[in-house]
């Protein structure tokens, strides 16, 4: 199986500050970038969180990069630009986004994460707690949900439109009850 490489995952860089509604692609298996690629060649704004997958074989290291949220790639732009998505032929389902204001905020909470250097780890499904809103430090304003383990806490940040949760670590005493 190859190796990944990090490839384009944000095009424009102001894709928070355009007007256009979101959309969101439900891609066929492992077609992420290829649609990212598509939709670059054909200057459609779109989104494609990616994280650093480290993976050891016969004694080597290899680095990889793969989609934050597997199978997902968040698009904005009118009928227009859904037809030319379309017509990448990789596209299982185009998902409507009913509270584009919600999806946009939790998009740019993942996007400052990662400007941030947050290591995202993904998670295969929501997990119960309280929510919080983070007081202080470079976290300060996010809310979410904690995850109590055995030697950390962590910051459940959700992409609610499609059940998908990341988590990022925070200390303890940057916390505090949410009201949501």
């Given at each position: 199986m190859?190796?990944?490489?990090?490839?384009?995952?944000?095009?424009?860089?102001?894709?928070?500050?355009?007007?256009?509604?979101?959309s969101v692609a439900h891609v066929r298996s492992r077609q992420e970038k290829v649609l990212a690629r598509h939709l670059l060649e054909?200057?459609?704004?779109?989104y494609l969180p990616q994280i650093e997958k480290t993976t050891a074989r016969a004694g080597r290291r290899f680095v990889s990069w793969v989609p934050l949220f597997g199978g997902y790639v968040f698009f904005r732009g009118g009928r227009d630009a859904r037809?030319?998505?379309?017509?990448?032929?990789?596209?299982?389902?185009?998902?409507?986004?009913?509270?584009?204001?919600?999806?946009d905020r939790e998009l740019r909470q993942i996007r400052e994460l990662q400007l941030m250097g947050a290591s995202l780890i993904?998670?295969?499904?929501?997990?119960?707690?309280?929510?919080v809103k983070i007081d202080e430090g470079a976290f300060a304003g996010y809310e979410g949900v904690v995850v109590r383990t055995?030697?950390?806490?962590?910051?459940?940040?959700?992409?609610?439109?499609?059940?998908?949760?990341?988590?990022?670590?925070?200390?303890?005493?940057?916390?505090?009850?949410?009201?949501?």
């Amino acid at each position: 199986m190859p190796l990944l490489a990090k490839e384009t995952e944000i095009a424009p860089e102001t894709i928070f500050d355009l007007s256009e509604p979101w959309s969101v692609a439900h891609v066929r298996s492992r077609q992420e970038k290829v649609l990212a690629r598509h939709l670059l060649e054909n200057s459609i704004p779109f989104y494609l969180p990616q994280i650093e997958k480290t993976t050891a074989r016969a004694g080597r290291r290899f680095v990889s990069w793969v989609p934050l949220f597997g199978g997902y790639v968040f698009f904005r732009g009118g009928r227009d630009a859904r037809q030319r998505a379309l017509r990448s032929n990789v596209i299982a389902s185009l998902i409507d986004v009913q509270d584009q204001e919600r999806l946009d905020r939790e998009l740019r909470q993942i996007r400052e994460l990662q400007l941030m250097g947050a290591s995202l780890i993904p998670l295969p499904e929501f997990a119960a707690g309280d929510a919080v809103k983070i007081d202080e430090g470079a976290f300060a304003g996010y809310e979410g949900v904690v995850v109590r383990t055995a030697k950390r806490d962590r910051l459940l940040i959700s992409i609610s439109l499609l059940r998908k949760t990341v988590a990022v670590e925070f200390p303890q005493t940057a916390v505090r009850k949410s009201r949501r």
